[in-house]
């Protein structure tokens, strides 16, 4: 048989055949159910197969309208935007909208190669522990990917410490602001930073509202474009539908994908202030912009913005969250617990903790993925739309694994310094 070739990851960390899937819940192949805290990677903040938007993409297909058109323009082309403009217009944002590629790396790699061309400067800064895709260019802006970064070619990335980067050795700003701005350093002005708000990949790391605030300080004094990355934590993870909103800023540009069509089909979107827009007409182009079934359930998928009920739910369920992970907060293995919205990481001891405990819950049937630099961090990415009865029946699986598996290491310990 045709064998997928050894690139695949997740079908190794969760090693079953799936079929159907519905909200909260997946089906393998022998009709097993599934509880995901995983909701692909950030894909399907909705639930799979969510019923509305399940709905609009049907009748969209049954009446024939066009699938594919380039970035013509299309009906659902013109709804879409209509709608994000009322999402952005009561957030008073003042954006442009760009359909790159399909995907998030797709977006990235357009607003860094619009942020070199309106500067004309070269350099980026990108921070620790950053993900920003596996591009030429995202892939060399991605710090929690250093062990492979000798394949990537060389693209004047500046790394510079996150927001609190080792229980805050350094004073990251201060840094930044230094090396950047004092003559003989060997830094330039770059063109642009690009961050995440909440670093996902590289293990739900949060950067402050302070910290979040003195940086677009910093870049807007030294008209340095600031791109925020929010294909994983935007289209309402944090409780807001941006994550940066939560400080008060406005960046330059704005990135968004996986779930921002909803129904995880491709779709990914730049955002930018206007003055920006100095692109010439298929100056950035590709096949697949403005994919219309995408932008047809991303349309429906907006209804969740409209008002404030999935907002204020995701901070109910943040807070359910919060309370059940205090307890295993004080355990042994565990370092450190801390979320936002639907966005939580535990981190432990070290990589093979959490991978052991993240295993022994696919066991008990309930996909979770680890992050973090060592893969040390346990990141709960349910659902928003999860229901809160299966949200706890989640949350208490994995305070039984944390548990047990603690409570087996002592035994384990207790036998090891009996034994000499
Ligand atoms: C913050 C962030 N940026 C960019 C990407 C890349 O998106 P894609 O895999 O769709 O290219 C990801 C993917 O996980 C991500 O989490």
């Not at 957030?91 to 070199?116: C, D, H, M, S, W």
């Not at 929690?144 to 700003?173: R, T």
Request: proline share 3%.
């Amino acid at each position: 048989m045709l064998e997928e070739s050894n690139v695949n990851y997740y079908a190794r960390r969760f090693p079953k055949v799936f079929n159907y899937a519905k909200g909260d819940i997946v089906f393998d192949q022998n009709g097993d159910e599934y509880l995901d805290f995983f909701s692909g990677a950030g894909t399907l903040n909705y639930g799979h197969n969510n019923p509305k938007l399940k709905e609009a993409a049907i009748s969209f297909l049954n009446e024939d309208r066009i699938l594919h058109c380039l970035d013509m323009d299309s009906v659902i082309k013109k709804e879409f935007i209509e709608k994000f403009d009322l999402l952005l217009a009561k957030r008073n944002l003042p954006y442009k909208l760009q359909f790159p590629g399909p995907t998030g790396t797709n977006a990235v790699e357009a607003a860094i190669k619009l942020a070199r061309k309106v500067t004309k400067r070269r350099h980026i800064v990108s921070f620790t522990n950053s993900f920003h895709g596996m591009t030429a260019t995202s892939y060399a802006l991605s710090a929690s990917k250093a062990e492979s970064l000798q394949h990537a070619i060389s693209q004047d990335i500046l790394f510079f410490p996150y927001c609190d980067f080792e229980n805050g050795i350094v004073d990251s700003m201060a840094f930044l602001e230094k090396m950047i701005l004092t003559p003989g350093t060997g830094y330039q002005l770059p063109a642009a930073v690009i961050l995440e708000t909440i670093q996902a990949e590289g293990g739900v790391k949060i950067a402050s509202v302070e910290w979040l605030k003195q940086l677009r300080a910093f870049t807007e004094k030294n008209n340095i474009i600031l791109i925020v990355d929010d294909i994983q934590v935007g289209c309402g993870r944090t409780g807001h539908f941006f994550s940066f909103e939560r400080a008060g800023i406005v960046p330059d540009i704005v990135l968004l994908s996986k779930s921002i069509s909803g129904l995880g089909l491709p779709l990914s979107l730049l955002l930018l202030k206007p003055e920006l827009d100095i692109w010439n007409p298929g100056e950035y182009n590709g096949t697949f912009r403005a994919n219309n079934l995408a932008l047809c359930t991303a349309k429906k998928a907006l209804d969740y913005w409209m008002d404030d009920k999935l907002e204020n739910e995701v901070k109910a369920k943040s807070q359910i969250i919060h309370n059940y992970l205090q307890t295993v907060e004080e355990m042994p293995d565990v370092v450190n617990i801390r979320g936002i919205g639907l966005i939580w990481g535990i981190e432990f001891i070290d990589g093979d903790t959490a991978d052991r405990i993240s295993k022994e819950l696919f066991e008990q049937k309930l996909i979770i993925e680890t992050c973090g630099n060592d893969g040390q961090v346990l990141k709960l990415l349910s659902p928003l739309t999860i229901s809160e009865e299966n949200l706890v029946k989640g949350l208490q699986q994995i305070i039984d694994v944390i548990k047990a598996d603690s409570s087996y290491n002592t035994v384990l310990k207790d036998e090891v310094i009996s034994s000499l």
